[in-house]
């Protein structure tokens, strides 16, 4: 035994909450050690998410079941995006809650625990050069922020209200933390921002103004980098020089996500997603053209605001002709307080269910195709993880899944894999 206190967290939302999660962990390292079982914990914290408002019920759901089985004094803190958007009204709906820290003020989450009812949601606290502890929960993967915020207005979209203006970190913070998580044996560096190529339009000082495209040079060169991954790039900032580096620099993972949202211009206006079908579709042909290896993945709102039978089938036609290798659907859901949320033209649960089981269905087809194709295919996976039955999982450098009879040993490491069972959800593979 340590002597130190237990600490409970969940993640919800995306991958910077992941990464919040871990500097919340390293914050408070000195007092705490993680937990997975609630009942054990001293504090149970939740770090939240807010895009759409199912996480938002459940939040509440959970911490209610929290409360009725925790340890007597243990406290209950709510993080990240809902904690941003609610503030105190967070203690309304759950009075037992302790405290409330909003996604760009998780650097106070050690005065937090201390003060009662302690709550900081501010979303112009700039945290783009803290120097948070270190802590990272996996050894063959590191995650690292480049921006913090986002300065787009999409009109469903409630994340600017949630983590604020975009502010880029400088770079040489950047490098530092990647050639860190090189040196611990962190072979795959994987970039968090809401908009990766918007990277250097502000920084909260004076730095060096450079762009992704020269970010991501800077970093492939980092000695013990082999693999970039990177989330979120905005098909708005998909330039010639971005494509052009992202299909020639070798350390790039042949994975591009190109979120669509929508196939019809004019839906993508009312969104404020500042392109168009055709814009889309180029990028989307050119990126293929130079990088034939590429896999795309997307994320597509159905029912969106006015969303006519005609707008969804240009959905359906940029599916058909980008034949994406994954796709994210969401129904869409009403956020309080953006401009969306209080447009006329609605459409009903029922059309909007239809819709998401169309698109779904479809791409399932193209899927099944894509991966039929990869069969006695070989491709190097990056080994991460182990499954049950003497099994290892990894991926490909196009984020397929891989899955090998293995141990340990191939953990951390890079091997060539022929296919022989392509399924949707994993490729089953022998190494060569
Ligand atoms: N910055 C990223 C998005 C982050 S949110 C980008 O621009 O791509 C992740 C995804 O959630 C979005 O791409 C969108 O598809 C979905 N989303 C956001 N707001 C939503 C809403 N109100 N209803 C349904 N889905 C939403
Ligand atoms: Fe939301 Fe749009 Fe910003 Fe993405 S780019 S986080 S969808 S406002
Ligand atoms: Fe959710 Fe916040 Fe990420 S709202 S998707 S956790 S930025």
Known sequence: MSGKKRLFIETLGCAMNVRDTEHIIAELEGDYEVTKEIKEADLILINTCSVRERPVHK?????????????????????????????????????????????????????AVKTPKFVSVDI??????????????????????????CDKKCTYCIVPQTRGDE????????LNEVAKAASNGAKEIFLLGQNVNNYGKRFSG???????????????KVDGVERIRFTSPHPLHMDDKFLQEFSSNPKICKSMHMPL????????KAMKR?????????????????????????????????????????????????????????????????PAATMTNQISDEVASKRLATLQARH???????????RDMVFEVYFEELRAGGYVVGRTSNNFLVQVKGSEELLGKLANVKITDPKRMVLYGQII
């Open 206 to 220: 004076n730095h060096d103004k450079i762009d992704f495209s020269d970010l991501l040079n800077l970093i492939s």
């Open 59 to 111: 939040l509440f759901s959970e911490v209610g079941a929290y409360e009725k089985i925790k340890k007597q004094g243990a406290k209950i803190g709510v993080c990240g995006c809902t904690a941003s958007h609610l503030g105190s009204d967070v203690f309304k709906r759950a009075p037992y809650v302790d405290f409330v820290l909003g996604a760009r003020n998780i650097s106070k989450i050690k005065t």
């Open 274 to 338: 500042g392109y168009t079908k055709e814009w889309f579709l180029d990028r989307a042909a050119k990126l293929r053209e130079l990088c034939p290896s590429v896999s795309i993945s997307t994320d597509i709102i159905v029912a969106f605001p006015g969303e006519s039978d005609e707008d969804f089938a240009d959905t359906m036609d940029v599916l058909e002709k980008v034949r994406f290798e994954q796709l994210f659907s969401f129904k869409y859901s009403a956020r309080p307080l953006t």
């Open 261 to 268: 949202q929508s196939g019809s211009t004019s839906i993508l």
């Open 167 to 174: 502010i880029s970190i400088p770079s040489n913070i950047i």
């Open 124 to 149: 112009n606290h700039d945290e783009s050069e803290y120097a948070f502890g270190d802590f990272r929960s996996s050894p063959y993967k590191s995650f690292v922020n480049i921006m913090i915020g």
């Open 364 to 374: 399932t087809v193209i899927l099944d195709e894509i991966v039929e194709s990869m």
